[in-house]
């Protein structure tokens, strides 16, 4: 079994409920806590969300709640499934932004959200 290490960067902000759920994360990425990432439709796993990809992941769905090393192959781990997030703390595929993060998250119903903090 794997072993993971929490290191607090203050991602998490406001009074949100924190809610985590098990997920699979595709082999050949190795991602840290905060990233964002959506579903392959076909095979139920979970990527780093980016606009150009055309395969269901396109679309924000969790944030990842530890470091995943997933290079050697498929790892379960934890992603938010609500939380509200720092959005300089965020790690965001290309063509995303915080905005269109957060847009996504609202159009899904999600308990998730983004904040801009000052």
């Given at each position: 079994?794997?072993?993971?290490?929490?290191?607090?960067?203050?991602?998490l902000?406001?009074?949100?409920?924190?809610?985590?759920?098990?997920?699979?994360?595709?082999?050949?990425?190795?991602?840290?806590?905060?990233?964002?990432?959506?579903?392959?439709?076909?095979?139920?796993?979970?990527?780093?969300?980016a606009?150009?990809s055309a395969?269901?992941?396109?679309?924000?769905?969790?944030?990842?709640?530890?470091?995943?090393?997933?290079?050697a192959?498929?790892?379960?781990?934890?992603?938010?499934?609500?939380?509200?997030?720092?959005?300089?703390?965020l790690?965001?595929?290309?063509?995303?932004?915080?905005?269109?993060?957060?847009?996504?998250?609202?159009?899904?119903?999600a308990?998730?959200?983004?904040?801009?903090?000052?």
């Amino acid at each position: 079994m794997a072993e993971a290490t929490f290191s607090p960067n203050d991602l998490l902000v406001s009074d949100v409920p924190v809610i985590t759920r098990n997920i699979t994360l595709i082999s050949g990425q190795n991602l840290k806590r905060g990233a964002v990432i959506g579903n392959i439709t076909a095979s139920d796993k979970y990527t780093l969300s980016a606009t150009a990809s055309a395969d269901g992941s396109q679309t924000p769905d969790l944030v990842l709640a530890i470091d995943c090393d997933a290079s050697a192959g498929d790892v379960v781990t934890a992603a938010y499934a609500s939380g509200a997030f720092d959005s300089t703390k965020l790690i965001i595929g290309a063509g995303h932004t915080p905005a269109t993060v957060e847009a996504a998250f609202r159009k899904k119903s999600a308990p998730l959200y983004v904040r801009v903090l000052k």
